[in-house]
């Protein structure tokens, strides 16, 4: 039994603004899972047959699928919430695909193609391998390629790479065809959905007790289009109303030093 599995769903290549740039970033999120501190771990990339990745270092594999591309992919190809329901989908039966395929791992941790992981997240589910799992409540932002980092709360209510959960939680099925399609959506295809299921049914998520993941903001490939660190955290509207908290978050970036590149970059 593998201690934690890292999922990783990548779009299909046709829904990619440019690929090179996309396995680029890719590589960046791969250096990063691969930094971890304890050793039991192992990560499945999920991608469309024909697509291109990176060399891949030892630990990660790949499942290949056949899922046709997203026609609803971008927030402007049609409403809101019929974006974000076919983005669901697409992305949950993707995490599907890579979570059979590592059955016998005791945790699993869902990793968007771009974002960044802290190299004690595996240590952690060591030192409690009978947790229901964590929410990543504290994270980091970063501008794509930038030198500056902000550390903010919720960070589970912005990124999708803020859950690390036991496997037998999710009750996989026997089969990719025995899933149900709102099941796919509401468990895998969504980070919101997935915390307060587990708590209606008595296994409630702890916070993690550290900045556990970084997301990468101002990233013209990323489905979200998340503004950069400026932004959200001075120019937001609602910051602007409330002064304060715009000052608050002045006081929360930080230059990206050597500490914080040996936790996140690898």
């Not at 708590?199 to 503004?227: D, E, I, K, M, W």
Request: charged share 25%.
């Amino acid at each position: 039994m593998t201690l934690l599995t890292f999922i990783i769903p990548v779009r299909h290549q046709d829904n990619a603004r440019d690929w090179g740039k996309l396995t680029a970033r890719l590589s960046e999120t791969v250096r990063s899972i691969s930094n971890q501190r304890h050793d039991d771990w192992r990560a499945i990339i999920v991608v469309n047959e024909g697509a291109v990745l990176p060399e891949l270092p030892p630990k990660f594999s790949v499942t290949r699928v056949t899922f046709p591309r997203n026609d609803l992919h971008d927030l402007e190809k049609g409403p809101r919430e019929a974006v974000l329901d076919a983005f669901r989908l697409d992305k949950g039966r993707r995490v599907l695909k890579g979570m059979l395929d590592a059955r016998d791992s005791r945790f699993f941790m869902i990793v968007d193609d771009d974002d960044l992981v802290s190299a004690q997240i595996v240590s952690h589910a060591a030192r409690h391998p009978d947790a229901n799992g964590w929410i990543i409540t504290q994270g980091y932002l970063w501008d794509d390629g930038g030198s500056f980092f902000l550390e903010v709360d919720r960070f589970n209510h912005r990124c999708g790479t803020s859950l690390i959960i036991r496997s037998d939680l999710y009750d996989l099925p026997p089969r990719f065809e025995d899933a149900e399609i709102e099941w796919i959506k509401d468990m895998l295809g969504s980070h919101h959905r997935i915390d307060p299921a587990l708590a209606r049914q008595g296994t409630p998520l702890a916070s993690l007790p550290f900045c556990g993941a970084v997301y990468r903001v101002a990233n013209a490939g990323s489905h979200s289009q998340t503004r950069g660190l400026i932004k959200q955290a001075l120019l937001n509207p609602n910051n602007l109303k409330r002064p304060h908290r715009a000052i608050r978050n002045l006081f929360r970036f930080r230059l990206i030093g050597d500490r914080f590149r040996r936790e996140f970059f690898g």
